[in-house]
């Protein structure tokens, strides 16, 4: 389904967030692929940075290995053009041997920024800890994704007066 050419830019996010979400549910790469620039970058909160329209649309591999049933709901969504946001639920049933069968839940928010119609940018925040808790994910492992998510978090050179008093 292509965008309407003439959507306001609220009703064009909110088609390309259907759109994008859909993409992700039916396991079709190619189509997320197709909504980014050709540089567009897939910020994952989970398996990390990917960046350019052919590593995003082998991203969705990487997800159909560890899941499936996948479901995806967009809403409160918000632009003005150049930047979007929207609130969303996100489910799939796992398959790690960890946790295998279990259903994983949780709720976040996207942040898009957009140039000519389509994402340069994809970057989302979501409930990690209750995600690797249902993924019985602990100890030392939960330690360690907690210090690779506090580095990235202070790398950020956008802190850089947050980071003294």
Known sequence: MAVNEGATPQQHFEQLA????AA???????????????QGIY???????FIGVEAIAAMLALWYRDGCDFRWQMYDCLSN????????RFSYTSLHPRAKGERIVTEGSAQFQLRAGKIS?????????????????GGEQMVSVARKQAQRLLADPALEGHLAP
């Open 81 to 88: 053009g150049s930047l979007a946001y929207a609130r969303y």
């Open 121 to 137: 940018h994809y970057r989302e925040h979501w409930e990690g800890t209750a995600i690797l808790s249902m993924l019985k994910v």
């Open 43 to 49: 910020d994952d909160a989970f398996y990390g940075e």
């Open 24 to 38: 992700v549910c039916t396991n079709n790469g190619s189509a997320l692929a197709a909504l980014f620039d050709p």
């Open 18 to 21: 259907e759109q994008f979400t």
